[in-house]
C-alpha cells in the first residue's frame, strides 16, 4: 500500500513537466507561451522538493535542447529553453540550502559519497575513465538500464529522430540522447556527473 516518493516523481511529475515544456517551446502566441513557462517552473519546482534526482534530469535534458538550439541558431527555443534552466536551477539550489539546513545527515551523507567520487577520480588510471572500466566502483549506471525495454528503445531511437526530421523539436530528442549516451559510456563523465548534481543521478536514468 505504501509508495516511494521516486515513484511519483518519475511517473506523473517528470511527464507532467516534459509535457508543459514541450507545450511551452511549441507555444505560438506570447499569452500562450507565458502560461506553459508558469506551469512548467511550477511543476519543475514540485519535482526537485519531492526527488531531486528527475528534477536533475529535466535540467540535463533542457540544457542539451538549449544546446542544441544554440548550435542550429534557433534563437527563440534558445531564449524559452535558457529561461526554464535559469528558474529551475535557481529554484533548486534555494530549495538544496533549506533542505541542507535542515537535513543535516542527508547532506553529510552527499558530502561522504562526493568524496568517494573525487578519491575515485585520482586514484584510477586514466585508462579505465575513457574505456570499459574494469574496476566494479566505476560502474556508476544502474544495471537495470539493460533489462526489458531499454536496449531496443535505445536502438530505435536514431530511427524515431530520423523520421521526426525537420520538427520543430529534434534538437531536444538528438541532443539528449547523444549526452546522455556518451554520460553513460564514458565511466569519467558518468563520475563527473554524479559529483556535479545528486550521488545517486545515475540510478534507475529516467
Known amino acids: 500500500p505504501y509508495s516511494h516518493a521516486s515513484d511519483v516523481a ?8 516534459v509535457v508543459a515544456a514541450l507545450s511551452f517551446f511549441s507555444a505560438d502566441t506570447p499569452r500562450e507561451a507565458w502560461c506553459y513557462f508558469a506551469l512548467t517552473a511550477a511543476l519543475g519546482t514540485m519535482l526537485s522538493i519531492v526527488h531531486v534526482r528527475e528534477s ?4 540535463g535534458y533542457t540544457a542539451c535542447f538549449l544546446a542544441g538550439c544554440l548550435v ?5 527555443l534558445a531564449g524559452r529553453a535558457a529561461a526554464i534552466v535559469a528558474v529551475l536551477v535557481a529554484s533548486t539550489l534555494l530549495y538544496v540550502l533549506y533542505h541542507q539546513a535542515n537535513v543535516g ?6 558530502a561522504e559519497v562526493k568524496a568517494q567520487k573525487l578519491a575515485l577520480l585520482k586514484s584510477v588510471p586514466w585508462k579505465s575513465l575513457v574505456l ?3 574496476e566494479r566502483a566505476m560502474y556508476c549506471v544502474s544495471p537495470t538500464l539493460y533489462h526489458g525495454l531499454f536496449p531496443g528503445l535505445l536502438l530505435l531511437a536514431p530511427f524515431v ?3 521526426a526530421r525537420g520538427a520543430r523539436l529534434r534538437p531536444l530528442m538528438l541532443c539528449s540522447l547523444l549526452a546522455y549516451v556518451l554520460i553513460i559510456r ?5 563520475v563527473i556527473y554524479e559529483y556535479l548534481t545528486y550521488s545517486e543521478a545515475m540510478h534507475t536514468p529516467v
Do not use: D
Request: proline share 9%.
Open 10 to 17: 518519475m511517473t506523473v511529475l517528470l511527464p507532467g513537466v
Open 56 to 59: 536533475v534530469q529535466f535540467l
Open 72 to 76: 542550429t541558431r534557433r534563437w527563440l
Open 105 to 110: 545527515h542527508v547532506a553529510s551523507g552527499q
Open 132 to 134: 570499459v572500466p574494469v
Open 161 to 163: 529522430c530520423f523520421m
Open 186 to 190: 564514458l565511466p569519467l563523465l558518468s
